[in-house]
């Protein structure tokens, strides 16, 4: 098992799934070495729900990318992909 390709993988931003997934890997194991080198999840999270909510209001209130995505277990390119998600919608 590539530990380095793992942490490269979840630190660009992929699932625990989508990593397991592109490395026929039991999500399990992944977990264990996400955890052990404080590596992000990277969750899916769900449009309009309570995350993605607390999210942006962190991120209006002055949180970097990188600080909201330790709360929730993101890559900060994770937490930026939301962000703009929604910078966008609102200009339209």
Do not use: C, W
Not at 36 to 65: T, V
């Amino acid at each position: 098992m590539n530990e380095e390709r793992i942490k490269s993988l979840l630190n660009a931003g992929y699932s625990i799934k989508e990593v397991a997934d592109e490395l026929d890997l039991e999500p399990k194991s992944l977990y264990h070495i996400a955890k052990k080198h404080n590596l992000p999840y990277n969750a899916p999270i769900k449009d309009g729900g309570p995350k993605e909510k607390r999210i942006l209001r962190l991120f209006n209130s002055g949180f970097s990318y990188q600080d909201i995505g330790k709360i929730f277990s993101q890559s900060p390119k994770n937490v930026k992909k939301i962000v703009d998600k929604h910078t966008y919608k609102n200009k339209k």
